[in-house]
């Protein structure tokens, strides 16, 4: 029992610092490959701040699945779709993507992961899209992400695409964009 609580306490602890550095009051800067011979540079990310404390925890999550399937790392995103699970069951209002993610986070292979996370945008939008209070969030597009086109948000105009690695990692495009009112 006590190893059971331990490591429930380790994982709250680690999900509150990460949610703690990734929406702070600052700027944070990701890593993201660009087309000048596969050169990595730093691109600088805004900030973005949600109406709700827990949609916010949220939305980082959400952010640390896209990281992950950028990265073709199986094993982060179904750690951070089950973070993604507890935060919206604490929310409450989003059954949906709850669900979507609860499958995430049992998905064993990058392709069906890449699927999930399509609708999991999907089922996420209503989540962020009048709820943006400092920021913008863009909603990116790209036509061949899962054989049919997907979407997924981003704090930064540039295009870092979580449906490819490799070489189509600048595949796509905005779409929309959500921004505080």
């Known amino acids: 029992m006590k190893k059971l609580n331990l490591k429930s306490v380790l994982f709250a602890a680690i999900a509150m610092s990460l949610s703690s550095l990734t929406f702070g009051q600052h700027d944070h800067n990701m890593m993201n490959m660009n087309h000048n011979g596969g050169n990595v540079t730093q691109q600088k990310e805004m900030a973005v701040m949600l109406n709700n404390a827990n949609l916010n925890k949220a939305y980082m999550h959400y952010s640390m699945i896209k990281e992950a399937l950028f990265k073709d790392d199986i094993k982060k995103v179904q750690m951070a779709s089950k973070m993604l699970i ?49 920021g913008t969030i863009y909603k990116n597009f790209c036509p061949m992400a899962n054989g049919e086109g997907a979407y997924w948000f981003s704090n930064s105009e540039q295009i870092v695409n979580p449906y490819f690695s490799g070489n189509m990692t600048t595949c796509g495009s905005v779409k929309q964009t959500y921004k505080s009112m």
Not at 86 to 104: D, F, H, Q, R
Not at 113 to 127: C, G, I, M
């Open 86 to 134: 507890g935060i919206l069951k604490t929310y409450g209002k989003a059954p949906e993507a709850s669900v979507i993610a609860a499958n995430l986070s049992k998905a064993k292979n990058i392709e069906e992961q890449r699927k999930l996370f399509a609708a999991l945008t999907v089922a996420f939008e209503p989540l962020i899209k009048d709820h943006v209070s400092k």
